[in-house]
């Protein structure tokens, strides 16, 4: 029975895993898509494999308990009349209830393309269980107001950011009389901080955990080491967009103005895969943490506040993803890419420097903040270089509703799954932790 519901907890992580790929990891391929720099088949290739080889070599092995610790496991246990296997049942079933409606929000929203949050799906689901199976006081508000504020801060200083780059690269380069000569003066001091901010980036969200431990792996021998290779590539691109442009200097501003857009499309490639590879490396193994949580239970009977990820759960969360992307990712890729504003392959590099930049600024000063909405205030940014009617306001404004809708809906989901777990599993569930 043990292996029968282990089984059946894998079934529900593999389809949260699938609409993960299929909703926020199609977010990291957006603007290459919608740049028409890559197509929808090899970015789904290039996404995959960034992103299993970031959830499953570098992901974390040990993950907390409940995501964002946004509800605590021990206030359950020291309910009056809870015994430890009461509160063992209670947490399967939580995290089982959290886990499918997640999941099931996640697929309404991609099944309209409306790009949505993961982070904030699942804690919603597991504040929804939280509220019914301790009270109130079991969730934690303030890390809830912090992500409440998020929903503002993460597309407000994305697309702040990115209308400044985008400025930047209109002005300095596509807006002058010879824009071929101004790319290749100009591009490599864009290569050089979107080099830098991917590396950052990469370290701090996508290799802490392997790096952790590594002492010689400080705050400043990693900027010094990505400077030196920021610089290295400003300069290989240089030459590289010399040898690309200098025979183009005398042509119209049109055909230069397109000769220099190619110049971007490496960019955008290399800097939406590499937010890939740090989108799998530290959210999937969190995205699945209530798998690990409900292993953890039924196989110890433990309920701890952190809990190991094995490796088959980190492949489980890889391999979802990944057919999550190729399958149904299309749809959120189309929103993001293509419906909300023009993506061209410059305005996809802007859209992705600001949003790898502000996830990596606010990681480092402990907000939290949404990728996915990040890189949507980012793509709104840009649009709004050329005013208001570079945008879709009615998708925009679809697109803002289901983000506020997120956590009440995946709450009220959960509460919904609980009480149908535990009104028919309680006791199959009570048998295998007591065995």
Excluded at 251 to 280: R, W
Aim: net charge positive; aromatic share 8%; hydrophobic share 55%.
């Amino acid at each position: 029975m043990e292996i029968f519901i282990i089984g059946l907890t894998a079934v529900l992580g593999l389809y949260m895993a699938w609409n993960i790929g299929a909703n926020d990891v199609a977010n990291s391929m957006a603007d290459a898509v919608g740049s028409k720099a890559i197509t929808i088949r090899n970015a789904v290739i290039a996404a995959g494999i960034c992103e299993f080889a970031g959830a499953v070599l570098v992901g974390s092995q040990v993950t907390n308990t409940v995501r964002k610790g946004i509800v605590d496991p021990s206030i359950l246990a020291s309910l009056p009349g809870m015994t430890p296997e009461d509160a063992a049942v209670i947490l399967v079933l939580g995290m089982s209830a959290a886990l499918l409606s997640a999941a099931f929000w996640l697929n309404i929203s991609t099944l309209y393309g409306l790009p949505v949050s993961t982070t904030h799906s699942i804690v919603g689901a597991v504040a929804g269980f939280g509220i019914v199976a301790a009270g109130w006081q079991a969730v934690n508000w303030a890390k809830m107001g912090q992500i409440v504020a998020s929903w503002f801060i993460s597309p407000v200083a994305g697309g702040i950011m990115a209308f400044i780059i985008f400025n930047y690269i209109s002005k300095s380069i596509l807006g002058k009389e010879k824009p071929a000569q101004a790319a290749i003066n100009r591009i490599p001091f864009i290569v050089f901080v979107m080099t830098a901010v991917v590396m950052l980036a990469t370290v701090y969200k996508g290799l802490k955990h392997v790096t952790g431990d590594i002492t010689w792996i400080n705050d400043q021998n990693t900027l010094i080491f990505s400077l030196v290779i920021s610089t290295v590539a400003a300069v290989i691109y240089y030459f590289f967009a010399k040898a690309n442009l200098k025979d183009k200097v005398e042509l119209s501003i049109g055909k230069q103005n397109k000769a220099v857009e190619k110049m971007f499309v490496p960019l955008v490639i290399v800097s939406s895969c590499s937010v890939a590879f740090a989108h799998g490396a530290n959210d999937v193994a969190n995205s699945v943490g209530p798998l690990a949580a409900i292993h953890h239970v039924l196989t110890t009977g433990a309920i701890d506040m952190k809990v190991p990820v094995p490796l088959w759960i980190l492949s489980l969360g890889g391999i979802g993803i990944v057919l999550g992307l190729a399958t149904y990712g299309y749809k959120v890729m189309s929103t993001v890419g293509s419906d909300i504003t023009e993506i061209t392959p410059s305005r996809g590099v802007a859209a992705d420097i600001a949003a790898t930049a502000t996830v990596l600024i606010c990681t480092r000063l402990s907000l939290p903040v949404s990728t996915t909405h990040t890189l949507v205030g980012a793509i709104l940014g840009i649009g709004m270089a050329k005013g208001l009617g570079g945008i879709n306001k009615r998708l925009v404004t679809s697109i803002f509703g289901s983000w506020i809708f997120t956590v009440p809906a995946a709450a009220i989901m959960s509460i919904v799954f609980f009480f149908i777990g535990k009104t028919f599993f309680y006791q199959t569930v009570l048998d295998v932790i007591t065995r």
